[in-house]
């Protein structure tokens, strides 16, 4: 048989074994927290730098985009005004046209009633010149 002192140097050197392999195991599940802690920081640094750099490039886009639409819509606005000119002059054009119309309309009307035969032909050798 087991002398009391022998059981109880072997029941603490036992003990003293489950201790120290326990104690490894914290440690060891201590250090695995802090490496999957600097993990975590890691990837949280790692995803704040793509979110501020996804920002950025969305940033200049938008501002480029911007800038597009603002030159596209001067070009629309220039070639605008250059065909509403365009338009206007050849408007213009058209209305001093029959105004010149209606005024020879208007002679031609004055010289059919003219009895005089020579004042006519020479009105209207004077009317077929400004032809």
Do not use: W
């Not at 002192?5 to 050197?13: G, K, M, N």
């Not at 695995?32 to 949280?44: H, S, Y």
């Not at 920002?55 to 065909?83: F, H, W």
């Not at 209305?95 to 010289?111: A, C, G, M, N, S």
């Amino acid at each position: 048989m087991f002398e009391p002192v022998e059981c109880l140097l072997f029941v603490q050197t036992q003990l003293n074994e489950v201790r120290r392999k326990t104690q490894q195991r914290i440690q060891e599940k201590e250090k695995k927290i802090q490496e999957l802690k600097q993990a975590v920081n890691t990837l949280k640094r790692s995803a704040q730098t793509v979110v501020e750099e996804s920002e950025r490039i969305y940033t200049e886009l938008i501002c480029s985009i911007e800038k597009m639409r603002n030159e596209v819509k001067e070009l629309i606005r220039a070639k605008e005004r250059a065909e509403l000119s365009r338009a206007e002059g050849l408007l213009d054009k058209l209305e001093q046209e029959i105004v010149d119309l209606k005024r020879r309309d208007t002679e031609l009307e004055h010289l059919s009633h003219t009895e005089d035969p020579i004042h006519f032909l020479k009105k209207l050798l004077n009317a077929s010149t400004q032809l």
